[in-house]
Antibody
Framework: EVQLVQSGAEVKKPGESLKISCKGS????????IGWVRQMPGKGLEWMGF????????TYSPSFQGQVTFSADKSINSAYLQWNSLKASDTAIYYC??????????WGQGTLVTVSS | DIQMTQSPSSLSAFVGDRVTITCRAS??????LNWYQQKPGKAPMLLIH???SLQSGVPSRFSGSGSGTDFTLTISSLQPEDIATYYC?????????FGQGTKVEIK
């Protein structure tokens, strides 16, 4: 069974750093792109970009380029989303998802990130 | 960026009704169009990929059609468990973009 399990909710202060994780199982993790999607409170879905775990090839959405960093460790089937300096506007649920033949066919449960002073 | 526009933004229908949601792309995306269902408090779920291919495990009352710039998601007989927000997404060109969502409720 394909599963993506994300790390738990985080509460941070503005300016702090954060790294959240997404661990895949039940399939060949290295050979599927992993995407990240943001959902701000009460809002729609925003595509942040992709990472290919086999070689860490990355595509960022221009809206998120320079604001976040993707990484992956194929040896432990995990992908990561990182911020160096959080802002209140980063408060959102962040989903990882597997890129299948068409679209995102499996999703993580989401990680709620709250940034508040 | 390719803009995706869904209509309506929300709708209310009776159980058993046929429901149609449309999605328009700002430029041609061939058939690189996916539909997702998101229930409250849950992660999205892929319903339809490549405009008309039903994802494994999705009930057959869901169907998709279209190509180029105009696409449709149809629920042939609305069920109570279909209460959700539905999103289209283009995967023709980076950045992938989503529609703003259509909230479906029961009358």
């Amino acid at each position: 069974e394909v599963q993506l399990v994300q790390s738990g909710a985080e509460v941070k202060k503005p300016g702090e750093s954060l790294k959240i994780s997404c661990k895949g199982s039940g399939y060949s993790f290295s050979t599927y792109w992993i995407g990240w999607v943001r959902q701000m409170p009460g809002k729609g879905l925003e595509w942040m970009g992709f990472i290919f775990p086999a070689d860490s090839d990355i595509t960022y959405s221009p809206s998120f380029q320079g604001q976040v960093t993707f990484s992956a460790d194929k040896s432990i089937n995990s992908a990561y989303l990182q911020w160096n300096s959080l802002k209140a506007s980063d408060t959102a649920i962040y989903y990882c998802a597997r890129r299948g033949l068409g679209g995102f066919d499996f999703w993580g449960q989401g990680t709620l990130v709250t940034v508040s002073s | 960026d390719i803009q995706m526009t869904q209509s309506p933004s929300s709708l209310s229908a009776f159980v058993g009704d046929r429901v149609t949601i449309t999605c328009r792309a700002s430029q041609s995306i061939s058939r690189y169009l996916n539909w997702y269902q998101q229930k409250p408090g849950k992660a999205p779920m892929l319903l339809i990929h490549d405009a008309g291919s039903l994802q494994s495990g999705v009930p057959s009352r869901f169907s998709g059609s279209g190509s180029g710039t105009d696409f449709t998601l149809t629920i042939s007989s609305l069920q109570p468990e279909d209460i959700a927000t539905y999103y289209c997404q283009q995967s023709q060109r980076s950045p992938w973009t989503f529609g703003q969502g259509t909230k479906v409720e029961i009358k």
